[in-house]
């Protein structure tokens, strides 16, 4: 694991020395791309390729986690989440069908297990104040979810599939959340 100091955008390199009892020491650059760590995040899983190697292969993939004895999951398949809210209703107030609703619904559901390879999808009741009436308004949504690692072209397909969803149910925006994060994306 790397705790990190300052924040990490965009490109870059981090470089990794150290000495491993019996194996000597060892020396890795460690190639960063297309990253958005905040300051005090960690980079707790990373691709390690020696100066003597081209490129790294999943075989280098080392995670602190697994040099514990009690883990048995092996290594992880994604370091994030993202997901989208899909709400039930047109203009905020106006009620759509429930094939309506399933079809936006397994819309995104494709859209995430085609580019991610699988998602999950959760009915819940939402409920949020309406800034033009100033009522709270409830509504049945359903979360679609996917595990996988945000990076920025993941976060610009998330933007665009939001975004249409705004658009098509005529929404002034739409609730999505990378690795915890809340965000509103906009119809325009």
Not at 98 to 116: D, G, K, N, P, W
Not at 118 to 124: E, L, R
Not at 138 to 164: C, M, Y
């Amino acid at each position: 694991m790397i705790q990190l100091d300052a924040p990490i955008y965009g490109e870059g390199k981090i470089s990794v020395m150290g000495r491993m009892s019996l194996l000597g020491s060892f020396a890795y650059s460690v190639n960063i791309s297309d990253v958005d760590i905040e300051e005090g995040g960690a980079l707790d899983v990373i691709y390690l390729s020696s100066s003597s190697q081209s490129a790294a292969s999943p075989s280098d993939f080392v995670s602190s986690n697994n040099n514990r004895a009690d883990d048995v999951f092996g290594h992880p398949l994604a370091f994030g989440e993202i997901s989208i809210t899909i709400p039930s209703t047109r203009k905020a107030d106006i009620p759509i069908t429930y094939e309506e609703h399933q079809a936006y619904v397994h819309f995104v559901s494709r859209e995430f297990y085609s580019l991610f390879g699988g998602c999950s999808s959760s009915p819940s009741t939402g409920y949020w104040m309406s800034p033009v009436s100033n009522q709270v308004i409830k509504e049945e949504v359903t979360v679609v979810s996917t595990s996988v690692t945000p990076t920025k072209q993941v976060k610009h397909t998330l933007r665009q599939i939001a975004r249409w969803i705004a658009r098509e149910m005529e929404q002034e925006a739409v609730f999505v959340k990378v690795n915890h994060v809340a965000y509103l994306v906009y119809a325009s």
